[in-house]
């Protein structure tokens, strides 16, 4: 199933996410500005979509109703009441991608309460700049066309899978959600020590994040395991190896491990609790 032109891709709220995933759309050409429509429960939350050229609403209904492809993108302490206000919109051929956290489809179904097309699929902040990665599940109802659809607009902003179950969507929280504001941290980190030998910060921010683009791009693009790609770089008594070392003595890895882990154990939780 591909994107007919013209096609309403909706968001159910205009936060954080939307404004990646929008964003995303319209960079890669799949979606036009004026065919996304957003909605916020305040002006103020509508500002920033409607500045990329987006519809604003404060009308959830308005959304459901125009659109065939919505996003639900609230967080999940709303969903129920929004899912409960839209669900007599909601019809059977329209199909609902939600990027709601520790949120599973059986869970948005029964607040539905009726048959309803939906997929999970889980993006990260980068799909802003078309290098994402999405992970997804379909729901019950949910048919092979409405997947496809599903990629037809995710893919062109980064990398897109159907993952074997539910769970491990929640599992990959930590590597693929929470891990960009570790790369972020890390980038800040090796700009101020650049700064500290005499860079100027504008520089050093430039020169970090490109270093970390073409590693990552290394790592994506190279039959090395990602260990002989740090040995490559690591000459006998040179200078890597001493910051190498460094970073040994100081736990780094076993620092990004923990942090990791704690992440997904933190998403895990709450869908304990649910």
């Known amino acids: 199933m591909a994107l007919i032109p013209g096609t309403k891709v909706g968001f159910l709220g205009a936060g954080n996410l939307c404004q990646a995933i929008a964003g995303g759309l319209i960079d890669s050409g799949v979606v036009k500005p004026e065919n996304i429509m957003a909605s916020a429960r305040t002006e103020t939350g509508l ?30 302490k709303v969903l129920p009441h929004v899912l409960k206000e839209v669900s007599n919109c909601v019809t059977e051929d329209q199909l609902l991608i939600s990027v709601v956290c520790s949120t599973t489809n059986k869970q948005i179904e029964d607040m539905i309460g009726k048959k309803v097309s939906l997929i999970r699929a889980i993006p990260n902040t980068p ?75 504008e520089q050093a921010v430039k020169l970090a994040a490109k270093t970390v683009e073409g590693s990552a791009r290394m ?44 992440s997904t154990e933190k998403s895990l939780q709450k869908m304990e609790k649910k």
Do not use: W
């Open 219 to 262: 790592v994506l693009e190279s039959d090395k395991h990602v260990s002989q790609l740090v040995n490559d770089v690591c000459t006998p008594g040179g200078t890597t190896i001493e910051g190498v070392f460094a970073l040994e003595r100081a736990g780094f890895k076993g620092t990004v491990m923990d942090a990791v882990i704690i």
């Open 127 to 201: 799909v802003a700049v078309r290098s994402g990665v999405t992970r997804g599940y379909p729901g019950t109802h949910c048919t092979p066309e409405q997947v496809n659809l599903c990629r037809v607009l995710l893919e062109p902003l980064g990398i897109f899978s159907i993952l074997p179950t539910e769970a491990l969507i929640n599992s990959t929280s930590g590597l693929c959600g929470c891990s960009p504001a570790f790369v972020f941290m890390m980038i800040d980190s090796m700009a101020d020590a650049a700064v500290r030998m005499g860079l100027p910060r």
């Open 47 to 76: 500002e920033k979509v409607e500045q990329m050229g987006i519809a604003g609403t404060l009308d959830n209904k308005k959304v459901v109703s125009e659109c065939s492809v919505v996003f639900l993108s609230v967080v999940p």
